[in-house]
Nanobody, 128 residues
Framework: QVQLVESGGGLVQAGDSLRLSCAAS????????AGWFRQAPGKEREFVAA????????YYADSMKGRFTISRDNAKNTVDLQMNSLKAEDTAAYYC?????????????????????WGQGTQVTVSS
């Protein structure tokens, strides 16, 4: 098992940047693929970005491409999400997720059911 704890959320203005971090504990984090999802009030949880356990492949939701960057440091057991040019519509609770199964194909990366472990989330609020 792995435990995930997100941090770095807060209140920012439109156009600002924010960096979220997900710290993993438990089993060796390099064995897990990881992703970030977000959920705004009244909406379903949606995919933001994902990263292969090797760190060699990254995936993004179309609306986040060019603004968000996912990265990981397996030595530190962390996965980060750098968010630039934030918009009011980016306001949501952001969740880190990890997948224990070895395969990680395109049909997996954005699917909530493909992930086995979830953090508690960190709130990001962007004022316009």
């Amino acid at each position: 098992q792995v435990q995930l704890v997100e941090s770095g959320g807060g209140l920012v203005q439109a156009g600002d940047s924010l960096r979220l971090s997900c710290a993993a504990s438990g089993r060796t984090f390099s064995a897990y693929h990881a992703g970030w999802f977000r959920q705004a009030p009244g909406k379903e949880r949606e995919f933001v970005a994902a990263i292969h356990r090797s760190g060699g492949f990254t995936y993004y939701a179309d609306s986040m491409k060019g603004r968000f960057t996912i990265s990981r440091d397996n030595a530190k057991n962390t996965v980060d999400l750098q968010m630039n040019s934030l918009k009011a519509e980016d306001t949501a609770a952001y969740y880190c997720a990890a997948r224990a199964r070895a395969g990680f194909v395109n049909s997996d990366v954005g699917r909530r059911g493909a992930y086995d472990y979830w953090g508690q989330g960190t709130q990001v609020t962007v004022s316009s």
